[in-house]
């Protein structure tokens, strides 16, 4: 079955940078776009980036554009995501969702890793 595990969350303080991994099985991974998702505290969840299955295009929320980069790499199954300059309003637990942007709330997704920007 589908299978997708983030890892790489924790505590950060404003400016600093994390990076997001995320571990698929189960499908086609390189035939698959894929998207991040984040849930703040007492929030819905929002999209943050796609990326297409060749990962030549990827698109990202304004909230988020010029601060995090969204990568994949289709011979080991992996969707990454950097994260940088964070700041308090990127607290969440982030989500790797398999499917673009019109499937970030329904598609399949992993069981998410706690991202906390405080100093």
């Known amino acids: 079955q589908v299978q997708l595990v983030e890892s790489g969350g924790g505590l950060v303080q404003p400016g600093g940078s994390l990076r997001l991994s995320c571990t698929t099985s189960g499908f086609t991974f390189s035939s698959e776009a894929m998207s991040w998702a984040r849930q703040a505290p007492g929030e819905g969840l929002e999209w943050v980036s796609s990326?297409?299955?060749?990962?030549?295009?990827?698109h990202y929320a304004d909230s988020v554009k010029g601060r995090f980069t969204m990568s994949r790499d289709n011979a080991n199954n992996r969707l990454y995501l950097q994260m940088n300059n964070l700041s308090p309003d990127d607290t969440a637990v982030y989500y790797c969702?398999?499917?673009?942007?019109?499937?970030?709330?329904?598609?399949?997704r992993g069981q998410g890793t706690q991202v906390t920007v405080s100093s």
């Open positions: 969702v398999k499917g673009g942007e019109s499937y970030y709330a329904t598609g399949p």
């Open positions: 990326t297409s299955f060749t990962g030549y295009t990827t």
